[in-house]
C-alpha cells in the first residue's frame, strides 16, 4: 500500500517537472548552467532516490544554478 502511495506521488512530481519542461522553460530559454539540466536533474533523483532525497539533492542542484557557478557535467 505505501509503496503505491510513494509511486504515485514520485509520478506526480515528474508530471509536475514535465509540465515545466513543455510549458513554462521554452518561455524562460535556455538558462541551466549544467548538463542534464536542472529538472532533468530532478526528474532523475526523485526516481532514483526516492520523494525526500530526490527531491532534497535536486533543490541543492537548483541553488547551485546562478551565474557564478561554471556550471559542467554533473549527473545526479
Known amino acids: ?9 514520485v509520478a ?3 508530471a509536475v517537472i514535465r ?10 530559454g535556455p538558462n541551466c548552467r549544467f548538463t542534464p ?4 536533474y530532478a526528474m532523475e533523483a526523485i526516481r ?3 520523494i525526500l532525497r530526490g527531491s532534497y539533492r535536486a533543490v541543492r542542484r537548483i541553488l ?13
Open 37 to 40: 539540466t536542472c529538472s532533468q
Open 1 to 9: 500500500m505505501l509503496k503505491r502511495i510513494h509511486q504515485a506521488i
Open 64 to 76: 547551485r544554478c546562478h551565474p557564478w557557478n561554471p556550471g559542467g557535467y554533473d549527473p545526479p
Open 48 to 50: 532514483r532516490y526516492g
Open 19 to 28: 509540465f515545466y519542461q513543455l510549458a513554462i522553460s521554452p518561455l524562460l
Open 12 to 14: 506526480l512530481l515528474v
